[in-house]
Protein backbone atom coordinates (compact mmCIF):
# COMPACT_ATOMS: atom_id res chain seq x y z
CA UNK A 1 0.00 0.00 0.00
CA UNK A 2 1.73 3.31 -0.82
CA UNK A 3 1.45 6.49 1.47
CA UNK A 4 -1.89 8.02 1.11
CA UNK A 5 -1.89 12.11 2.06
CA UNK A 6 -5.34 13.60 2.67
CA UNK A 7 -6.50 16.81 4.95
CA UNK A 8 -8.17 15.18 8.56
CA UNK A 9 -11.58 15.83 9.08
CA UNK A 10 -11.05 17.31 12.62
CA UNK A 11 -14.06 15.25 13.72
CA UNK A 12 -13.88 14.21 17.04
CA UNK A 13 -13.27 10.25 18.17
CA UNK A 14 -10.86 7.81 18.22
CA UNK A 15 -7.48 8.44 16.44
CA UNK A 16 -7.19 5.31 15.02
CA UNK A 17 -9.99 5.81 12.77
CA UNK A 18 -8.46 7.27 9.04
CA UNK A 19 -10.53 10.85 9.78
CA UNK A 20 -10.20 11.17 6.03
CA UNK A 21 -11.91 14.34 4.44
CA UNK A 22 -11.92 13.10 1.11
CA UNK A 23 -9.66 16.22 0.30
CA UNK A 24 -6.48 14.06 -0.78
CA UNK A 25 -3.00 16.28 -0.76
CA UNK A 26 -0.67 15.55 -3.50
CA UNK A 27 3.27 14.84 -3.04
CA UNK A 28 3.96 18.66 -4.86
CA UNK A 29 1.78 19.77 -1.71
CA UNK A 30 3.60 17.66 0.70
CA UNK A 31 7.04 19.25 -0.91
CA UNK A 32 5.83 22.18 0.05
CA UNK A 33 5.68 21.51 3.41
CA UNK A 34 9.49 20.46 2.95
CA UNK A 35 8.24 16.61 3.92
CA UNK A 36 10.11 14.25 1.72
CA UNK A 37 9.08 10.65 1.44
CA UNK A 38 10.96 8.01 0.60
CA UNK A 39 9.61 3.98 -0.02
CA UNK A 40 11.18 1.53 0.38
CA UNK A 41 10.32 -2.74 -1.28
CA UNK A 42 12.51 -4.22 0.97
CA UNK A 43 15.60 -4.10 3.19
CA UNK A 44 13.75 -1.27 4.94
CA UNK A 45 16.55 -0.64 7.72
CA UNK A 46 19.39 -0.94 5.19
CA UNK A 47 17.57 1.71 2.59
CA UNK A 48 16.70 3.90 5.62
CA UNK A 49 20.34 3.90 6.45
CA UNK A 50 21.93 5.04 2.93
CA UNK A 51 19.18 7.84 2.71
CA UNK A 52 20.16 8.88 6.49
CA UNK A 53 23.53 8.91 5.58
CA UNK A 54 22.87 10.54 2.36
CA UNK A 55 20.97 13.74 4.06
CA UNK A 56 23.90 14.11 6.85
CA UNK A 57 22.16 11.92 9.82
CA UNK A 58 23.87 10.59 12.23
CA UNK A 59 23.30 7.18 12.76
CA UNK A 60 25.04 6.52 16.37
CA UNK A 61 23.41 4.10 18.72
CA UNK A 62 22.35 7.74 20.74
CA UNK A 63 21.17 9.43 17.37
CA UNK A 64 18.55 6.67 16.28
CA UNK A 65 15.68 5.72 18.03
CA UNK A 66 13.31 2.67 17.87
CA UNK A 67 9.96 3.07 19.37
CA UNK A 68 6.88 0.46 19.30
CA UNK A 69 3.58 1.13 20.48
CA UNK A 70 2.84 -2.07 21.23
CA UNK A 71 2.09 -2.55 25.19
CA UNK A 72 4.79 -3.81 26.26
CA UNK A 73 3.36 -5.90 29.41
CA UNK A 74 1.28 -8.21 25.58
CA UNK A 75 4.45 -9.98 24.33
CA UNK A 76 7.62 -10.78 25.02
CA UNK A 77 8.56 -9.76 21.93
CA UNK A 78 9.65 -6.76 22.87
CA UNK A 79 12.25 -8.57 24.99
CA UNK A 80 13.63 -10.01 21.78
CA UNK A 81 13.14 -6.56 20.00
CA UNK A 82 15.40 -4.77 22.62
CA UNK A 83 17.94 -6.74 22.21
CA UNK A 84 18.16 -6.99 18.94
CA UNK A 85 17.64 -3.10 17.99
CA UNK A 86 19.75 -1.56 20.94
CA UNK A 87 19.31 -0.09 24.14
CA UNK A 88 17.26 3.05 22.31
CA UNK A 89 14.51 1.22 21.73
CA UNK A 90 11.25 1.88 23.89
CA UNK A 91 7.81 0.59 24.46
CA UNK A 92 5.31 3.57 23.75
CA UNK A 93 6.76 5.50 26.60
CA UNK A 94 6.11 8.86 24.63
CA UNK A 95 2.23 9.11 25.22
CA UNK A 96 0.64 10.55 21.94
CA UNK A 97 -2.61 11.34 23.58
CA UNK A 98 -3.30 13.99 26.59
CA UNK A 99 -5.23 13.92 29.43
CA UNK A 100 -8.35 14.73 27.23
CA UNK A 101 -7.67 12.00 24.39
CA UNK A 102 -6.66 14.08 22.15
CA UNK A 103 -3.37 13.71 20.34
CA UNK A 104 -0.37 15.57 21.70
CA UNK A 105 0.99 18.16 19.50
CA UNK A 106 4.76 18.09 19.02
CA UNK A 107 7.43 20.29 17.45
CA UNK A 108 10.38 19.55 15.74
CA UNK A 109 13.68 20.36 17.53
CA UNK A 110 15.76 19.73 14.68
CA UNK A 111 15.49 17.56 11.17
CA UNK A 112 13.55 14.51 11.94
CA UNK A 113 13.73 11.05 9.64
CA UNK A 114 10.90 8.34 10.64
CA UNK A 115 11.10 4.82 9.20
CA UNK A 116 8.23 2.76 9.44
CA UNK A 117 9.45 -0.77 9.92
CA UNK A 118 6.36 -2.72 10.83
CA UNK A 119 2.67 -1.51 10.39
CA UNK A 120 0.79 1.35 8.85
CA UNK A 121 0.72 3.93 11.21
CA UNK A 122 -0.59 7.79 11.26
CA UNK A 123 1.53 11.15 11.22
CA UNK A 124 -0.21 14.48 10.95
CA UNK A 125 1.49 17.14 9.54
CA UNK A 126 0.36 20.89 10.39
CA UNK A 127 -0.31 22.79 7.19
CA UNK A 128 0.16 27.05 8.50
CA UNK A 129 -1.07 28.11 5.39
CA UNK A 130 -4.88 26.19 5.42
CA UNK A 131 -4.49 26.16 9.44
CA UNK A 132 -5.49 22.29 8.31
CA UNK A 133 -3.69 19.11 9.53
CA UNK A 134 -2.65 16.84 7.04
CA UNK A 135 -2.90 13.12 8.24
CA UNK A 136 -0.28 10.77 6.68
CA UNK A 137 -1.11 7.19 6.40
CA UNK A 138 2.57 5.87 6.58
CA UNK A 139 2.67 1.86 5.47
CA UNK A 140 5.85 -0.30 6.54
CA UNK A 141 8.81 0.22 4.65
CA UNK A 142 8.22 3.56 4.04
CA UNK A 143 10.62 7.00 5.36
CA UNK A 144 9.38 10.43 5.98
CA UNK A 145 11.55 13.44 6.29
CA UNK A 146 10.17 16.38 8.41
CA UNK A 147 11.97 19.88 8.98
CA UNK A 148 12.71 21.24 11.83
CA UNK A 149 9.52 23.55 13.09
CA UNK A 150 7.27 21.19 11.49
CA UNK A 151 4.39 20.99 14.33
CA UNK A 152 3.52 17.12 14.11
CA UNK A 153 0.91 14.20 15.72
CA UNK A 154 1.88 10.77 15.80
CA UNK A 155 -0.57 7.45 16.40
CA UNK A 156 0.03 4.07 15.52
CA UNK A 157 -3.33 3.27 14.09
CA UNK A 158 -5.67 0.37 14.51
CA UNK A 159 -3.37 -2.53 15.49
CA UNK A 160 -0.72 -0.92 17.56
CA UNK A 161 1.63 -3.20 16.36
CA UNK A 162 3.59 -0.48 15.04
CA UNK A 163 7.00 -0.24 14.85
CA UNK A 164 9.47 2.72 13.75
CA UNK A 165 13.08 4.12 13.99
CA UNK A 166 13.54 7.66 13.97
CA UNK A 167 16.68 10.24 13.82
CA UNK A 168 16.86 13.79 14.81
CA UNK A 169 19.53 15.76 13.19
CA UNK A 170 19.73 19.58 14.80
CA UNK A 171 22.22 20.87 12.18
CA UNK A 172 21.25 24.35 10.60
CA UNK A 173 20.30 24.21 6.58
Do not use: C
Not at 54 to 60: D, N, R, V, W, Y
Not at 122 to 131: A, E, F, G, K, L
Not at 157 to 166: D, E, L, Q
Amino acid sequence: MPLQAYYHDNQPGDPALPHDSLQPVTMDELTALRLKVYSFDGNYEQNGKKIAQELGFPLTEDSVVTWDFLDPSASSVNVRLSESLGRNYRTASEPYLNANGQLKNFINVGDFLALMLVGTGYVDINDPRSQSWVRLEIPEGTMLFMPAGALRRVFPGKTKRVIFAKVSNQRKN
